[in-house]
């Protein structure tokens, strides 16, 4: 279960996947370069499929097979340089976010309500956190400034 936050200046994810019943901390929200250029990512979903993913849109992959029945779901957002959200979806389409703030993952619907009331993403995502199944393990936040990632504390 994931939870993904965008304030319309940072992106921020906690560092949570499920294997089954056990929890494992990972980093699901990073800077990454794509064509030179640094952006910004977060996944939720597979995985697997979300590293995948990541290192194609980074050139350094394979584009990855979306899986059967899947391949219009939601996989990501990412945030370009300039500062314009885009959902991802598991056939590596972008689809702008026109809204000025989102979220994405089992844990949206609780991110976009702390959102609408003035939440920052990286707040949003702690409320997934501390009261519900959808986030854990602390939350991960960056936000591009001056072409580059800065760590959001």
Known sequence: MTTIAWDGDVLAADNCVWRGSI???TLKCRPILIDG???LIAGCGDATFCEDAMAYLAGTGPKPA???GEKGNVWGLLIDPDNQAWRLDMTMRRHKVYESFSSDGAGRDMALGALAVGAT???AVEV???YS???AFGVTA???RNGKAELVC
Request: net charge positive; aromatic share 10%.
């Open 133 to 135: 199944d959808y986030a």
């Open 37 to 39: 250029m640094v952006h």
């Open 66 to 68: 979306a899986p059967d």
């Open 128 to 130: 997934c956190c501390e």
């Open 23 to 25: 929890r494992v901390r």
């Open 121 to 123: 993403a990286k707040q």
């Open 142 to 144: 960056y936000r591009l």
